[in-house]
């Protein structure tokens, strides 16, 4: 019997927020290839969730270990205590060894964007109540656990999604390294991201609540987590089941605190900051996407915005809205980069057209002038022809 995983002891007013309203969390994990993004969903569901699908397509689909191919939706319920969650996890085809990797990231970015971009035109409806919300609020990306370094193919996407998403980058098959190797390469890779400013998620160091504020420093302290993943159990005592993977030397057990991370993240994503990754969603990545996508305006015109997360219950019932966090409005979006790449050209395409009509205009002007200075020369001609053929007939006359 898996342990539970303990939404329902969310911090009271917050639960009562999630449980009025009911809520969906969204889980997106992505990275290169092979590094157990599939394995990990599954890992995940067995220990947590509740399948809201055939079990049998899922077998198919998730429980043979394989290269994903599509974006694959996977939807759950987590339900604890009558307390329930719609999930969604976003499973993403990893990145491959391509020179070229820019295709197998950008459906990724673009999926992002696109849940953004969806959620803004049903807010923009008149009828909001039953809106479909598919924004991702927490994405994990897998890092190869090397021991050296981050590749700058990570750094790259890192920076794309950080700017998008609460960002969670984690170490995969930590089994593969040593525990002296993984404090070399978590050091490294913080040293790494905090050199390149990638932002990532953080848990909130809530003052007011000592023991939520201890919990987040250990969680902080840990960062990035190093996990593994299993769908394999094993019997370490009779009648006692854990999932791990079994070596000559030993068992690693996924959720084994001395083993790995796995627990810490499933806590942080799951329990403990649930709520906090749904609202800085919300307030951060949905209104910088919707300002930028709005041409940098600022969003207090937009009262009516029926978003329950961008509004918290006080204890009067009053509805106090949360001031969205000031955020930099140029991002390194490559759809935005592109929508301005094909804007300019569009401008240059259309002077270069009326340039070109000008050029043609002053020609057909230049042609006509000559024209008439040809007929104005054969006149003169004639003219003159004329008048020598009078001047004859005057002398003739004498
Ligand atoms: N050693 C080790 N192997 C793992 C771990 N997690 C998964 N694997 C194995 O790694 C292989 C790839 O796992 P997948 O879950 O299919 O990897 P993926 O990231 O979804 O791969 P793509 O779908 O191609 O992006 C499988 O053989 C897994 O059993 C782990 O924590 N440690
Ligand atoms: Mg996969």
Partial sequence: MPEPVGIANLPNQRYKIISDQGATFTL?????SGLGKTTFINTLFQSSLKIHQDPNERHNKFSNPHQ??????????????NFKIRLNIIDTPGFGNNVNNHDSWTPIIDFIDDQHESFMKQEQQPFRTDKKDLRVHACIYFIRPTGHSLK??????????????????????????????????????????????????????EIEDPASAEHSKQLIEAMPFAIIGSEDEYEISPGNFVRGRKYPWGLVEVENDKHCDFKKLRSLLLRTNMLDLVLSTNEIHFETYRSIKLGGGSNNDDDDSNNQNNDENNENGDQTKKQAPKKPRRLHNPKFKEE???????????????????????????????????????????????????????????
């Fill in 68 to 81: 994903t191919v599509d974006i694959d939706i996977v939807r759950a319920i987590l339900e604890e205590k």
């Fill in 152 to 205: 700058p193919l990570d750094i790259e996407i890192m920076k794309r999604l950080s700017t998008r998403v609460n960002l969670i980058p984690i170490i995969a098959k930590l089994d593969t390294l040593s525990p002296n190797e993984l404090d070399i390469f978590k050091t490294r890779i913080r040293d790494i991201i905090e050199a390149q400013d990638i932002n990532i998620y953080t848990p909130p160091l």
């Fill in 340 to 398: 301005e790449d094909a804007l300019k050209k569009f401008f240059t395409e259309q002077v270069k057209a009326e340039e070109q009509r000008f050029r043609q205009w002053e020609t057909n002007i230049v042609n006509e002038r000559n024209r008439l200075n040809q007929d104005l020369e054969e006149m003169q001609t004639k003219l003159k022809s004329l008048e020598d053929q009078v001047k004859k007939l005057q002398i003739t006359k004498r």
């Fill in 28 to 32: 997106m994990v992505a990275g290169e």
